[in-house]
C-alpha cells in the first residue's frame, strides 16, 4: 500500500507556504525519510497523510485512492502513527495503551490480550513485566517502543513517525533503531520516517527526501545522495564535508581533554555535577559515573536537579570510540562549543570541544600532505 504526493500545497493564514508543490511517491514496503532543516514541512506533510491538516491544494493518494474520500477517522485508525512525545496516555497502563486502537475497532478482549503480547515479545519486553506498568515507570526508550508497538497495534499496512526516537540519548536512539529496522525487515511496512538526524536516515532509509523550504529539493537512495549530492546544500547536509581522509587520529579518545572531573555539587540521591578541565560544559554523573545530563551554566539551587534543566530532554554525548569528523558533525549540529564523551557503558571519560575536534582533524591534514 504506496502513498502518493501529488503537487501538494499547505498554506497557513499569513504565512509562507509549510509545503510548496510537493510531489513524491512512497512504494509499498518502502521506508522513505523525510529530513530537511527545522520548519521545512516534515511534519505538516506527514500530518497531511492521515488527515490531521488538509492541504490547501494538491491530492494525497494513500493505496491509490485520494485521502479525502476516507472518512478521517477510520483513515487514522488504520494508518499507524509514532511522534516523538509518544502520545502515551499517563494514566493507562502499557496494555491498555497498547490496545487502544484494537479496543475501538472491538477486538475481543482475548484477541487484543495476544496481540499485546505478540508486539511486546517484538522488542523482547517481558508481558508479565511491563503490561501492567504506567508509562512514567518505564525508562524513555522502553516509553518509545511502546510507542512503536501502538502504531503497530493492528497490523496497519502504513506507519507515519515523526521523530520517534529525537528525544533519546544516542545509545538508546541506536539501539532502537536497530529495532525497527530488524522489525522492518520482517514486517515490510510503507513507512513515513521524519528524523532531523542525517545518520539516522542513512540508517534506515530506503530512500532519503531532503526538504528545503517546504520544497521537495532531492530524493534517492543513501547512496545517490553521498555519490551525487545535487547541490552544497544537500552536500554539507549528508556530512560529505565530514568525509576527511583518514587522518592519524582515529578517535576521539586519542583528543578529548580529560582529567579529574571537578566536583561542582553533590546528593546522595542525585549524584554529582562535575567540570572536565576548564571546558565550558557541566555534566550530571550519578554514583556510578554515567551521565545523566549536562548544562552550560551551572545549576545554583540542588533542588533544582531536574532532567528538565538539563539538556533540554535530548542528550547529545559523543563516544570515545567516535571519529573526530563525527564528533565535529555533532557539535556543528547540535550548535555547541563543546560536548561530553562517553564509554561502552555510558560513563563520561572526556569532553570535545569544537576547537579540539577541527584541530585533531587538521592535524591529520597537514600530516598526509606533507
Ligand atoms: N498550525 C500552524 N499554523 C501556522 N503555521 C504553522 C502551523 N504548523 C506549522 N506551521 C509552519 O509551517 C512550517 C512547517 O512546519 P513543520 O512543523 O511542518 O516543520 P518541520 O519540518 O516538522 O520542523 P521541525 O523539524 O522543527 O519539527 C513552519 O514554518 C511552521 O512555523
Ligand atoms: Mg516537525
Same mark, same amino acid.
Given at each position: 500500500?504506496?502513498?502518493?504526493?501529488?503537487?501538494?500545497?499547505?498554506? %497557513? !493564514?499569513?504565512?509562507?507556504?509549510?509545503?510548496?508543490?510537493?510531489?513524491?511517491?512512497?512504494?509499498?514496503?518502502?521506508?522513505?525519510?523525510?529530513?530537511? $532543516?527545522?520548519?521545512?514541512?516534515?511534519?505538516?506533510?506527514?500530518?497531511?497523510?492521515?488527515?490531521?491538516?488538509?492541504?490547501?491544494?494538491?491530492?494525497? %493518494?494513500?493505496?491509490?485512492?485520494?485521502?479525502?474520500?476516507?472518512?478521517?477517522?477510520?483513515?487514522?485508525?488504520?494508518?499507524?502513527?509514532?511522534?516523538?512525545?509518544?502520545?502515551?496516555?499517563?494514566?493507562?497502563?502499557?496494555?491498555?495503551?497498547?490496545?487502544?486502537?484494537?479496543?475501538?475497532?472491538?477486538?475481543?478482549?482475548?484477541?487484543?490480550?495476544?496481540?499485546?503480547?505478540?508486539?511486546?515479545?517484538?522488542?523482547?519486553?517481558? %508481558?508479565?513485566?511491563?503490561?501492567?506498568? %504506567?508509562?512514567?515507570?518505564?525508562?524513555?526508550?522502553?516509553?518509545?517502543?511502546? /510507542? !512503536?508497538?501502538?502504531a503497530l497495534a493492528i497490523d496497519p499496512p502504513v506507519i507515519l513517525m515523526d521523530e520517534p526516537f529525537g528525544a533519546l540519548d544516542p545509545i538508546s536512539r541506536e539501539v532502537l533503531q536497530t529495532e525497527l529496522k530488524r522489525l522492518q525487515s520482517k514486517l515490510h511496512k510503507t513507512v513515513v520516517f521524519v528524523t532531523h538526524d542525517i545518520d539516522e536516515a542513512m540508517r534506515l532509509g530506503d530512500r532519503i527526501a531532503i526538504l528545503r523550504d517546504g520544497q521537495l529539493h532531492?530524493?534517492?537512495?543513501?547512496?545517490?545522495?553521498?555519490?551525487?549530492?545535487?547541490?552544497?546544500?544537500?552536500?554539507?547536509? #549528508?556530512?560529505?564535508?565530514?568525509?576527511? $581522509?583518514?587522518?592519524?587520529?582515529?578517535?576521539?579518545?586519542?583528543?578529548?581533554?580529560?582529567?579529574?572531573?571537578?566536583?561542582?555539587?553533590?546528593?546522595?540521591?542525585? /549524584?554529582?555535577?562535575?567540570?572536565?578541565?576548564?571546558?565550558?560544559?557541566?555534566?550530571?554523573?550519578?554514583?556510578?559515573?554515567?551521565?545523566?545530563?549536562?548544562?552550560?551554566?551551572?545549576?545554583?539551587?540542588?533542588?533544582?536537579?531536574?532532567?528538565?534543566?538539563?539538556?533540554?530532554?535530548?542528550?547529545?554525548?559523543?563516544?570515545?570510540?567516535?571519529?573526530?569528523?563525527?564528533?565535529?558533525?555533532?557539535?556543528?549540529? /547540535?550548535?555547541?562549543?563543546?560536548?561530553?564523551? #562517553?564509554?561502552?557503558?555510558?560513563?563520561?571519560?572526556?569532553?570535545?570541544?569544537?576547537?579540539?575536534?577541527?584541530?585533531?582533524?587538521?592535524?591529520?591534514?597537514?600530516?598526509?600532505?606533507?
Amino acid at each position: 500500500m504506496g502513498v502518493k504526493f501529488e503537487n501538494v500545497t499547505k498554506m %497557513y !493564514v499569513g504565512n509562507r507556504p509549510a509545503v510548496k508543490d510537493l510531489s513524491l511517491e512512497v512504494q509499498s514496503g518502502e521506508l522513505l525519510v523525510l529530513i530537511g $532543516p527545522s520548519g521545512c514541512g516534515k511534519t505538516t506533510s506527514l500530518r497531511m497523510i492521515n488527515r490531521l491538516e488538509e492541504p490547501t491544494s494538491g491530492t494525497i %493518494y494513500v493505496d491509490g485512492r485520494d485521502v479525502r474520500s476516507h472518512n478521517p477517522i477510520e483513515l487514522r485508525r488504520s494508518i499507524g502513527y509514532a511522534i516523538q512525545q509518544t502520545g502515551l496516555l499517563p494514566h493507562m497502563t502499557i496494555e491498555q495503551n497498547i490496545e487502544l486502537v484494537p479496543r475501538l475497532l472491538k477486538w475481543d478482549k482475548r484477541r487484543r490480550h495476544e496481540r499485546t503480547r505478540e508486539l511486546l515479545a517484538l522488542v523482547d519486553m517481558d %508481558y508479565e513485566t511491563f503490561a501492567s506498568r %504506567y508509562p512514567r515507570q518505564l525508562s524513555g526508550g522502553q516509553q518509545q517502543r511502546i /510507542g !512503536v508497538l501502538r502504531a503497530l497495534a493492528i497490523d496497519p499496512p502504513v506507519i507515519l513517525m515523526d521523530e520517534p526516537f529525537g528525544a533519546l540519548d544516542p545509545i538508546s536512539r541506536e539501539v532502537l533503531q536497530t529495532e525497527l529496522k530488524r522489525l522492518q525487515s520482517k514486517l515490510h511496512k510503507t513507512v513515513v520516517f521524519v528524523t532531523h538526524d542525517i545518520d539516522e536516515a542513512m540508517r534506515l532509509g530506503d530512500r532519503i527526501a531532503i526538504l528545503r523550504d517546504g520544497q521537495l529539493h532531492q530524493i534517492g537512495t543513501p547512496d545517490e545522495l553521498l555519490n551525487s549530492p545535487k547541490d552544497e546544500f544537500v552536500a554539507k547536509f #549528508i556530512g560529505r564535508l565530514f568525509a576527511f $581522509p583518514r587522518t592519524s587520529v582515529d578517535t576521539v579518545r586519542q583528543f578529548m581533554q580529560t582529567g579529574m572531573p571537578q566536583i561542582h555539587q553533590e546528593s546522595p540521591e542525585r /549524584g554529582r555535577i562535575v567540570q572536565i578541565e576548564n571546558a565550558p560544559l557541566w555534566c550530571w554523573v550519578d554514583s556510578e559515573g554515567v551521565l545523566k545530563g549536562t548544562s552550560f551554566e551551572l545549576p545554583m539551587d540542588k533542588d533544582q536537579w531536574n532532567a528538565a534543566r538539563w539538556t533540554d530532554g535530548d542528550l547529545v554525548a559523543v563516544k570515545e570510540t567516535d571519529s573526530p569528523g563525527e564528533a565535529l558533525k555533532r557539535l556543528v549540529n /547540535g550548535d555547541t562549543e563543546a560536548l561530553p564523551v #562517553i564509554d561502552e557503558g555510558h560513563r563520561l571519560v572526556g569532553v570535545v570541544t569544537h576547537r579540539s575536534a577541527i584541530k585533531a582533524l587538521s592535524s591529520g591534514v597537514e600530516e598526509r600532505s606533507a
